[in-house]
């Protein structure tokens, strides 16, 4: 069964009771919980498409930027990038440049601030999403249809980062470090990306796709009951790019082009690229938005790190339009004139889940 809907159940209630613990999931674990609550339960519609098989097929690209920096093996990377883009929609990357001890120690402080005392990570858990440095569960928890089973720790590090005194001691120094590492391989991909339309490789970064970049800290614990929750619901990331580091338990699903659910294997040392809203918008249907997913799983805590890369969305009425250089007659702008902040208020408030924010956009 999914979600009930007895008028009885107060379900504004036992999600503000929920929140008001600021204990998250890792708090109902802690408990010893055997069944979840009503309020982490999918609806009965969403459970069939839950529990169809998914399909693990051979070939999912994975994209080797040894030797980048060259020019005949880059132009033999951008070509590969567009054909993984084309054919999957997202590819992985090895041989980015950051060593397996940093991402290693990167999942490890994770788990580390995730698993420390209640009263440690209470004074991080916020709802306010102008807080820079914030642990919660669910940013949609009271608009979702049904509550994901993780907790997330969010850190805004650029533009106006104040200091590594803002973050978590048990994450700091390696928050810190990798945070340095993601922007230099984002300025990669983001250049590869840009070659792959047929464009300076700056020209991306010049737009402002890499303003600034926030570090998603997920911690999904083991799940009592699986088949009736989610980890994370069916979504298209609010950005221009996202690079995920996760662990190897597994659990990632991505929509592929024959609109089916595939799982994408943990590959030791590998990041996920997954293009974003925002990227779709400016390449004017180009590149397409990863829709993606997690499983809840009986095993855990598994542990991810997405990296998403943005612009400075503060001044109200910065646009975000196809690129001139991309547009004829035969190919004219899929989306109506929108500006940045515009879409991110569309996008918060519909929350996971739901319909995909673009449609809204389209011309």
């Not at 005949?72 to 590969?80: A, N």
């Not at 070659?195 to 614990?221: F, S």
């Not at 180009?286 to 997405?306: D, L, N």
């Amino acid at each position: 069964m999914g979600a009930e809907t007895s008028p009885s159940y107060d379900r504004l209630g036992e999600l503000k009771a929920f929140d008001e613990t600021k204990l998250g999931v890792k708090g109902l674990v802690d408990a010893g919980v055997t069944k979840i609550p009503r309020i982490f339960s999918l609806p009965d519609e969403d459970l069939i498409n839950y529990e169809a098989p998914s399909t693990l097929l051979e070939g999912i690209p994975i994209v080797d930027l040894s030797g980048v920096e060259l020019e005949d093996r880059r132009k033999e990377i951008v070509k590969e990038i567009g054909e993984a883009l084309e054919t999957w929609g997202f590819f992985q990357v090895i041989n980015h440049g950051i060593p397996q001890r940093v991402l290693d120690e990167m999942l490890q402080g994770v788990r580390r601030f995730h698993e420390e005392p209640e009263e440690e990570k209470k004074a991080f858990y916020s709802r306010d999403p102008k807080k820079r440095v914030r642990l919660a569960t669910n940013f949609d928890l009271f608009q979702s249809k049904a509550a994901n089973w993780r907790d997330t720790l969010n850190c805004c590090m650029t533009p106006d980062f104040q200091g590594p005194e803002e973050l978590p001691k048990a994450c700091r120094d390696i928050v810190m470090v990798y945070s340095k590492r993601m922007n230099e391989v984002g300025e990669t991909i983001c250049a590869l990306l840009s070659e792959v339309l047929g464009l300076r490789p700056n020209h991306l970064k010049e737009i402002g796709c890499m303003d600034e970049h926030v570090l998603r800290c997920n911690y999904y614990p083991a799940c009592p009951e699986p088949e009736i929750t989610i980890g994370c619901s069916k979504h298209t990331d609010s950005s221009f790019l996202t690079l995920l580091l996760q662990d190897d338990i597994g659990g990632l699903q991505v929509l592929n082009k024959d609109h089916k659910w595939i799982d994408v294997p943990s590959v030791h040392g590998a990041l996920v690229v997954i293009i974003a809203d925002l990227l779709q918008v400016v390449s004017n249907d180009k590149f397409e938005s990863t829709v993606h997913r997690v499983k809840a799983q009986k095993v855990g805590p598994r542990i991810s790190v997405a990296c998403f890369f943005n612009t400075n969305m503060d001044p109200s009425t910065k646009l975000c339009v196809p690129i001139k250089e991309l547009l004829s007659e035969e190919n004219p702008p899929k989306f109506r004139q929108l500006t940045v902040k515009e879409y991110f208020i569309h996008a918060s408030a519909l929350g996971l889940g739901r319909e995909l924010p673009l449609d809204y956009f389209r011309t």
